[in-house]
Every structure is written in C-alpha cells, then in structure tokens.
C-alpha cells in the first residue's frame, strides 16, 4: 500500500527533526487539566446530594437532575467536535490546542462563581463547546509529527493525560471542597475545586502557546480562528441553553429535557453529514469503515463518562462509605489509564511491526472489559455490601483494558484519511461518539431513581461495549507502511 501523507521523518538525515517527544509531553498536560476540570463536575454533584445543599441536593430528582448538568456539558462538547477539526485543518491545530485551554480555564472559573442554575448550566455548556475543540486537533498534531512506527504508542502515552486528569478530578475534588469548608465557605464550599482547576489550567494553556511557538512552527495567529470558534458556539450556547430553560419554566421531566439535548445533537449531526456528502471530502470521511467506527466508538464514549461521573456515587452507596473513600475508591478506574493507554499503543505498534495489524487487540480488548463490567454489575447487585477492595480491583482491571483499547481505534481511524483530512475525521467520530457522553449521565441517573440500584445502568453499559466490538469485525483496517 503507497503511504498517503509526507512526513518528516522518512525523508532522510539532512531533515530538521520535529521534537515529537516534547510535543507528547505538552499535550499531556492539556489533557490532564481538560478532564480534571470536566470530571469534578460529577464528584461536586455526588457532594451535593449527600448534603442536600445547592441546586442539585435540593432537587426532587437530584440524580437525574445531576446527569442532565452532565449530559448537557457533553451536548455542548460533541457540537464543537467537528467544526473544532474543519477549524484546525484550515486555521491551524496548534492555534486550536491554545484557544481550547484558554476557553475551558476562563468558563470553569466562571462554573464556580455563577448564582443559579441556569447560569450554572450555561457555564458548564460554554466549557463543554470550548473543550471540543481539543480532542480532534490533538490526535491530528500526533498523527502528523510523529514517525508512523510510534504513532499509535504517541496517541497512548498522550492519552494517558486523560486518566491522570480524571484521577485528579475524582481524588482532589472532595479534598478541596474539605478545605473550602475548612475556610468558612459553607455550602458554597463546591466552588473551590473550579477556581483552583481553573488557575490551574490557565497555566498549561500559556505553556502550550510558549513551546508551541519556541519549537513547533513559530508565530501563533489566535485572532481568527478565536472570532469563528465565537460564531460557531454562540448559536449553539443558545440553542442547548434555550432547551433547558423552556424545560425548566415548563416543568418537563428531567429525561424529556435528555430526549430534547439529543435530538438536538441528532439535527446538527445530520445537517453536518448533509453538508459533507455533497463535499469530494465525502468518499473518505464518509467512507463504509471510518463510519463503522464512528458507531461503533459511540460504546466508547458511553461507559466512559458512565464511570467518570458516576463512579464515585455508585461506590459510595453500594458499599455505604464516605465520599473520600468511595472517591479513592473509583479512582482506580481512572487511574488504570496510566498504564492502560501508552500500553495499548505500544502494543498495536508491536502488531503492526509484525504484520498482524492493530484489529485483533481491539475487538479482544472490547469483549474483555465488557466482561468486567458485568462483574462489576454482579458485585454491586447483590444484598450484601461488596468491600472496596473487590469494586477498586474490578475497575483497574477494566480500566486497563478499556483505556488500551482507544488509542488503537484513534490509530485505526487516523490511517483510513489523507493527512489533510485527519482534523476532521476525528473531529466527526468525537462528534458521533459524544452521543454516548450525553445520553450516558442522564440515562444512567433516571434508571438509578427508577430502579433504586446502579446496576441495571452498568448491565446496559457493558451491553452495549460488547455490541461495538461486534461492529469493529466488520471494518477493513488501512495499514500504513512502516520504515
């Protein structure tokens, strides 16, 4: 097969050599405070709840309420996952990476100062739409500057920012509420893990921007892509937050207003796909194996954000422990991640050496975590209160194989396009997948009330992981060629 893309690396001594290494180790960080400062929603809702103390602890339904908050984040993440690729591709992905950073440090401080729900919601939307823009510029900068034998192994180890930002979120979330109590903050105490994230992220966003100017490419040009990321995302703040306040004065149940995000979600996919058809972009992005995964990855996105903001409250009343424990508890999950994700990489690279290509280890790495997760639902199922050390050994053990096995469908999806294409492929599978982020909180949380146990909500998990793996078999892998 003739390799589709140029790369530096292939063509010989006299080429400059792009620090890819020091690019790996730049876009970790903004993985790391990207989910550290989208998972502390779901611990803050768990608090909440167990004080009955703000808007969530003080609703009728606080569990579903709290998944809509969730649900309607990721509404606003997967709405920016296509536009923030089509944006890359065109303005520039390190420009993109930037504007990312920047806009979610701003809107989480802004989540944590906010009065009311409503304009809760509207900053968490406002997040959600900025952080969108990251995953498919991310993967595409990978992609593009790292030799074609450690690619998969560069979108692992990067990756891995991911669980250590969801390890952070989940762990340091209920320690800086405490020390928000400790200040004299009261109720309010919720508000600190946003301010200090923020700060946080505000920094790696200004350590992005210096390396990638100092050693990848220059001068960064911020204004343009910033005014159009701005007119893209307004009309779709407006639209996700119109759909929560016409169902809050109107009073629908919290799966109505759920069903309203996802048709919403439904009509720009579709209007997305209706554009690109008609596009010679079509016969490439829209081809038979790249959509399979773009389906299939939906199952992807569904349990992750099951357990990323769940986890926490499933464990705390299955086993009836404090809120730090069960944090530390479901930590495990994320934290598998740490190893799950660069070993998967290397693993498929490893395949790929040796000729066996990269779709075996997926599908055997999906039919094993769908497995544990059913272990999981049998061991919070039962009468009895399953002890914390079985729950954390079954989420690392899951974690492991759920985490190795997306940087090969990353890897996967990134040789079925040209080069020049790559933003925007990830940026549509990130777009179709989120459909599983949002649908999963809320979903989960209203089986959770109408049930009365988690289990039910991880049986469907684990369900639908097993029917992705069936999707993955049908999908002719593209391999690329190897020097």
């Not at 272990?375 to 492991?400: K, N, Q, R, T």
């Amino acid at each position: 097969m003739t390799r589709s893309e140029p790369t530096p690396f292939l063509a010989g001594e006299q080429q400059t050599r792009k620090p890819y290494k020091a690019l790996w180790a730049v876009l970790l960080l903004g993985w790391v405070v990207s989910y550290a400062d989208r998972t502390l929603t779901g611990p803050v809702v768990s608090w909440m709840i167990a004080n009955e103390v703000g808007f969530i602890g003080e609703s009728s339904d606080p569990r579903a309420l709290g998944g809509l908050v969730g649900s309607l984040f990721f509404t606003g993440y997967m709405l920016t996952q296509y536009p923030g690729g089509r944006l890359g591709d065109r303005f520039g992905h390190r420009e993109m990476i930037v504007l990312s950073l920047l806009w979610a440090g701003v809107l989480t401080l802004v989540s944590g100062v906010v009065v009311g729900l409503i304009a809760f919601v509207g900053a968490r939307v406002l997040t959600g739409l900025g952080e969108g823009v990251f995953y498919s510029n991310d993967r595409t900068l990978i992609l593009n500057h790292t030799p074609p034998k450690r690619r998969t192994l560069g979108l692992g180890v990067v990756i891995s920012g991911l669980s250590i930002g969801l390890t952070i979120g989940i762990i340091c979330t209920p320690l800086l509420i405490d020390w928000g109590s400790a200040l004299g903050m009261g109720a309010e105490a919720w508000r600190m893990p946003f301010v200090v994230f923020a700060v946080v992220s505000l920094i790696v966003a200004g350590l992005c921007w210096y390396f990638f100017r100092a050693r990848l490419d220059g001068r960064l040009q911020l204004g343009p892509p910033m005014l159009r990321l701005v007119g893209v995302s307004a009309p779709l703040l407006v639209a996700v937050l119109g759909l929560f306040i016409v169902a809050d004065e109107l009073r629908w149940p919290t799966w109505g207003t759920a069903i309203g995000s996802g048709v919403l979600a439904a009509i720009v996919i579709a209007v997305i796909v209706g554009r690109l058809r008609r596009t010679p972009e079509a016969s490439t992005l829209l081809s038979r194996d790249i959509v399979i995964v773009y389906v299939a990855y939906i199952a992807i996105l569904w349990n992750l954000w099951f357990f990323s903001f769940w986890s926490v409250e499933i464990v705390r009343e299955a086993t009836e422990s404090s809120l730090l424990a069960a944090a530390l508890t479901a930590a495990f999950n994320a934290g598998a991640g740490i190893l799950g994700f660069p070993a998967g990489g290397w693993l498929a690279d490893r395949a790929l050496r040796k000729g066996y290509g990269r779709k075996p280890l997926l599908i055997s790495f999906s039919v094993v975590y769908s497995l544990l997760v059913f272990a999981f639902a049998l061991s919070i199922s039962g009468d009895g209160e399953p002890s914390l050390f079985l729950l954390g050994l079954i989420l690392f053990c899951s974690g492991l194989f759920f985490n190795a096995l997306q940087p090969i469908a990353q890897g996967i999806t990134g040789d079925l396009v040209p080069e020049k294409q790559r933003g925007s492929a990830f940026g549509l599978l990130n777009l179709i997948s989120e459909i599983g982020a949002v649908a999963s909180p809320v979903v989960s949380g209203v089986l959770r009330d109408a049930t009365g146990s988690w289990a039910v909500g991880t049986w469907v998990a684990g369900g639908i992981m097993l029917a992705s793996a069936g999707l993955y078999v049908l999908v002719r892998e593209k391999r690329p060629q190897l020097q």
